[in-house]
Structures are given as C-alpha cells and as structure tokens.
C-alpha cells in the first residue's frame, strides 16, 4: 500500500495549545507533528460521527409517531446542532 502524499500546512497555534501539543508528544514518544496530525484525524473522524448520528435521529423523526419519541427527536436534533 502507498504511503499518501504528505503536504506542508503552516499554522498559527495559541502558546497554550502548543505547549499541550508538546506535551502529548513526549509522552506518546512522537513528533509534535504526528501529534497534530492524529488529533485532526481524531477530529475530523468526531465529525463525521456526528454528521452520521444526526442523520440517524432525523430518519427516526420522519418515522416517529408517538409524540414522546418526536419531542425527544427534536430535542435531540436541537442538541446537535445548538450544543447543550
């Protein structure tokens, strides 16, 4: 299997963010750059796991018909997309 290309971003990271970064590195034994790496792969696999669920709770909206489950639905979908 072939490696995928790797492309050089630079970003601007808060001092703070940068010292946990650095932090994670020397425990985990990696470069900060492996580090930032796994954690945007972590986050963007969060996403997508998100997107999936809300998906998943808006087919059971459609479908729903007693009136306890569509408020819990609804609820639901105002979480994920409105935060708590």
């Not at 990696?30 to 796994?38: D, H, K, L």
């Not at 059971?60 to 609820?75: F, G, I």
């Amino acid at each position: 299997m072939a490696t995928p290309k790797a492309v050089r971003q630079s970003v601007t990271l808060p001092a703070a963010i940068v010292r946990r970064v650095k932090t994670l590195a020397k425990a985990r034994r990696r470069s900060a750059s492996q580090v930032i790496t796994e954690l945007i792969e972590t986050g963007l696999e969060a996403e997508q796991q998100r997107r999936r669920h809300f998906f998943e709770v808006a087919d059971e909206l459609v479908t729903a018909t007693d009136p306890k489950d569509v408020h819990r639905l609804k609820e639901e979908l105002a979480r994920l997309t409105f935060g708590e």
